[in-house]
Every structure is written in structure tokens, then in C-alpha cells.
């Protein structure tokens, strides 16, 4: 059900308002030149899911994923990082940063302005059903194995949880888990003002809601913030893995992975112009794929990376020079993909203005989806 709008909060979505009947125009064209593509994680035998890049303020990169996994959905699943010190073109072996007694899973990462690396994951039991009886692993030793590492049922359950662990020695040393309250797969952004700004969804509540939690100390400590509303015919259940960046304008645009009835397998936008206390009605921006990752450029434009599920299989780029009013027609940065197994690309800009981007995918000739990365540049 959408919220009820107050005098003030219709006042501050008016922008929005506009923006969501804009939407479907094109802005400026642009294309890109292609420069490398090439898998970038060195353990073939291990499924890799859901990867986030970032870029720190000394130029280093930092990838984090959801690692030494054997399947999409299994038991084995742990926080995984490597770090390149030149622009991606090397980078060091992984190195495991959590491996708790369940499934960990998509993982993102960012370093906030007073250096702190803050890594983001959530835990699962997805793979339940597949080691109960009757399920295709109740049998398997491993399988069974690592499901058996509790077995007290409550307790297992009290494990799960949306995460993040801290680091101020540039990744040598992280914290304990540190509660979130909600969970997205890259993880939150800054704002201007120092806040930790984090869009997404609470996963082992009744409620689940769709929304924002802030930090005021560095990631240390999470509150709730907001709630986002839902279209007319939504359910709030069906919008998820958002991500969020701020405008040089100071406006927060945010997008939603959407699975409703209307606009389905689209990303949604939703746009907060008081620093994430109040959102608009999350819109289609005509693009098909998803979830997003937000960037902004140094010349203030927009980036947005997401998954392309359907032929031809790959990850699409699109630029906004205008806030997310309008964005590009796609960009492809992969068409070769041999299915849907695939996206979930992040972005970062490097110091010569060209770009590299960084994704998970099941390739042609194993079951065991690698990370891959491409370097190009971004004309016009």
C-alpha cells in the first residue's frame, strides 16, 4: 500500500514526480570502447557469486564475493577479498575475511572518508530443503558436513543476519558482525555529510521492509531511517537489492530490483531530495536487467552497471547527465554469456578516466561461476 503523502513530504517528492513522467527519454548518447575482458578469480574448482568492486582513495581496488562456494545456492558460502595496487591488472590471491558456521553470501564494500574499509555480506539457509530428507544432498557427506557444524535448530536460525565488518588498517584486521538491519548486495554509500546511507531490505523479519538505515559513527553503529513507498499494486515483499548514490546536488538516487507483475525483471528508481528521510514512489526508467550499481563520475554524471539476463546474455552500462532523469541507451560491456547465471557488476573509475568493471559469471565450460572483469572506456 503507497503511504499516505503529507503537505511537506508531497512538496519534497515534486521533483521525483517529474522525474517518473521524464523517464523514459533518452539522455545524451554515449558508447564505449572495450578495451579487455578477461576472469580475474585464480580458483577455478569454487563457485564465486555476487561480487562488489570499490576504489580507495590511495588508487588501490578491492573486490569482495561470496566464495569457496560449489553451487548458486549450497552451505559452503564465505566472504572472500583480493586487492590490486595497479588498476586491476594483477591482484592477490584470496583471502578469506568471514566464514561463519552458515551460508554467507553477496558481499559489498566501500571505504568511507575517514578510511575505513566497511564490508557488507548476509547469511542464509536457503540450501535447507536440498539436505532434509528427500532433498538432492540429504546424502552428501559434505553437504551434511558443513549443515552439521550446528545442530541445535534454534540456534542455527539465530544465525541468521544482515552484516557488516570494519577495518581501519587498510584490510589487515577486521571487527566482529556488526548488525546492519538491512541488507543490499553493494553495500551502502556516503553522503556528504558524513552518514552512512544504507538502501535495502530486512530479510529475517515478519515485516521486511524496504527502506534505509544510516551510521552516524563510521559504520560502528546502524538505526533505521526510512521506509520507501510502493507503487499502487506493488508489494513492498517484491522490490530488492537496492543501491543508492549521492548527486553533486545533494539528491540521493536510488534503484530497486523489481519482481512485481508490473515492470517485472526492470529496474525501479526512487529519488530522496532530504538526505533519505522521505522517498518517492519507486518508477521504471525503461530499463530492462538488474540490480544496479550506482557510480558517480568526477565529471558528476551518473553510472549505472547491472546483469542482462536474456540474449544476449551479458552486463549493460547507461549514463545519466542529469541527475537520473534520463539515462542512455545501454552500453554493452559482455555479450557472450551462456546464460542467466551471471551479473551483478560494480564499477569504479580510475585516475585516467577509463573504467573497470567486475562481475560473477557461470562460464561455458564448468559449473563453477568465476569473477570477470572489464577494462573500457566511456565516449561521449
Avoid at 9 to 19: K, Q, V
Avoid at 111 to 131: H, R
Avoid at 142 to 157: G, P, V
Avoid at 243 to 270: D, F, M, P, W, Y
Wanted: proline share 5%; net charge negative; glycine share 10%.
Amino acid at each position: 500500500m503507497t503511504s499516505p503523502l503529507s503537505r511537506r513530504r508531497f512538496t519534497g517528492l515534486s521533483l521525483a514526480t517529474a522525474t517518473s513522467l521524464l523517464a523514459p527519454m533518452r539522455a545524451t548518447a554515449a558508447s564505449i570502447e572495450l578495451l579487455e575482458t578477461r576472469v580475474i578469480s585464480p580458483q577455478a574448482n569454487y563457485y564465486h557469486g555476487w561480487p562488489t568492486l570499490t576504489r580507495t582513495k590511495n588508487g588501490d581496488l578491492f573486490v569482495v564475493w561470496s566464495g569457496r562456494r560449489v553451487a548458486h545456492v549450497c552451505p559452503f558460502g564465505s566472504v572472500e577479498m583480493m586487492r590490486s595496487r595497479d588498476g586491476g591488472t594483477s591482484w592477490t590471491f584470496p583471502r578469506t575475511l568471514h566464514d561463519g558456521p552458515i551460508d554467507d553470501r553477496d558481499a559489498g564494500i566501500l571505504e568511507t572518508a575517514q578510511g575505513t574499509l566497511v564490508v557488507t555480506t548476509f547469511t542464509s539457509l536457503a540450501y535447507l530443503p536440498q539436505v532434509e530428507e528427500g532433498g538432492s544432498k540429504a546424502k552428501d557427506p559434505d553437504w551434511l558436513a558443513a549443515h552439521h557444524r550446528i545442530t541445535d535448530e534454534e540456534i542455527r536460525r539465530n544465525e541468521l543476519g544482515t552484516w557488516c565488518f570494519r577495518s581501519e588498517d587498510g584490510g589487515l584486521s577486521f571487527s566482529g558482525r556488526i548488525d546492519t538491519l538491512v541488507n543490499s548486495p553493494h553495500g551502502p554509500c556516503q553522503l556528504d555529510d558524513g552518514r552512512l546511507l544504507y538502501l535495502g531490505k530486512e530479510l529475517w523479519t515478519d515485516g521486511k521492509r524496504i527502506g534505509a538505515a544510516e551510521s552516524k559513527d563510521d559504520g560502528k553503529t546502524w538505526q533505521w531511517l526510512a521506509e520507501i513507498p510502493t507503487r499502487e499494486g506493488d508489494q513492498g515483499k517484491d522490490y530488492h537489492e537496492l543501491h543508492a548514490v549521492q548527486c553533486s546536488s545533494g539528491k540521493i538516487v536510488a534503484q530497486i530490483r523489481n519482481h512485481n507483475a508490473a515492470n517485472k525483471s526492470e529496474t525501479l528508481q526512487t529519488e530522496s531530495t532530504d538526505g533519505g528521510k522521505t522517498w518517492s514512489v519507486p518508477h521504471p526508467i525503461g530499463v530492462w536487467g538488474m540490480p544496479s550499481h550506482l557510480l558517480r563520475l568526477r565529471d558528476d554524471r551518473l553510472l549505472m552497471t547491472y546483469g542482462y539476463r536474456r540474449k544476449p546474455f551479458g552486463n549493460q552500462a547507461r549514463v545519466s547527465s542529469d541527475e537520473g532523469v534520463t539515462w542512455s541507451e545501454p552500453l554493452g560491456l559482455s555479450e557472450d554469456g551462456v546464460g542467466g547465471d551471471l551479473g551483478y557488476p560494480s564499477t569504479v573509475e580510475l585516475d585516467d578516466g577509463s573504467f573497470v568493471s567486475v562481475w560473477y559469471e557461470k562460464m561455458a565450460d564448468s559449473p563453477m561461476a568465476q569473477l570477470r572483469q572489464a577494462r573500457w572506456k566511456l565516449k561521449g
